[in-house]
């Protein structure tokens, strides 16, 4: 686990304008889910506003490990992930938003049961690197942050990254065989 940017993420929340507002989740079909983000401007108010609604709606989600823009209706390439606590967590860079990420390398593909808030009646086998490094933009000082991170983390940092270019798990899923109906929505 790394941060080898001269920034740390610890308490880069503070910097977030006011705390975020509990948005409606969009579910699939919902057009907004398919479509590309566009960049933004990590240090734009509004940005910082957005980051902050996505951490409020990701907190008061049961089990939700990460959201992003597009499941909240704004097509931007932007999101949040928070693993820390979760039983398959191997390392957590705790609560974080990143603006216009880039996986710079993908390694050790292994496949993954992952569901989704915008896919709420289904669960699927995907196959991901586990072990990503992650490029992206925090909201509010712009500073870069280049993340090393592996299995749960990196898993939900490529489904965001996903969410940003408007793909769903189920884009990638090897079929209708690696599909699961949910019998408890977590
Ligand atoms: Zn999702």
Redesign the pocket.
């Known amino acids: 686990m790394s941060c080898d940017a001269d920034v740390s993420l610890d308490g880069w929340l503070a910097d977030l304008a006011r705390p975020g507002t509990v948005r409606p989740v969009r579910t699939a079909p919902d057009p907004v889910l398919a479509r590309a983000g566009a960049d933004v401007d990590p240090t734009d108010p509004a940005v910082l506003r957005l980051a902050a609604d996505l951490v409020a709606t990701m907190r008061v989600s049961p089990g939700c490990v ?3 823009a597009p ?1 909240i209706g704004e097509s931007a390439r932007v999101f949040a992930v928070d693993v820390t606590g979760h039983p398959k967590t191997v390392t957590s860079h705790g609560t974080f938003v990143l603006c216009n990420a880039t996986v710079v390398s993908a390694t050790r593909l292994r496949p993954g049961r ?6 709420p009646d289904l669960t699927g086998d995907v196959k991901r690197a586990s072990r990503v490094v992650v490029e992206g933009v925090l909201p509010g000082t712009g500073a870069t942050v280049r993340l090393t991170t592996d299995g749960f983390e990196a898993r939900a940092l490529q ?2 990254i ?2 940003c270019a408007g793909l ?2 189920l884009d990638q899923v090897a079929g209708a065989h690696a599909l699961y109906q949910r019998k408890v929505y977590l």
């Open positions: 990460g959201l992003a499941q992952e569901g989704c808030m915008s896919v489904h965001e996903d969410h769903l798990f």
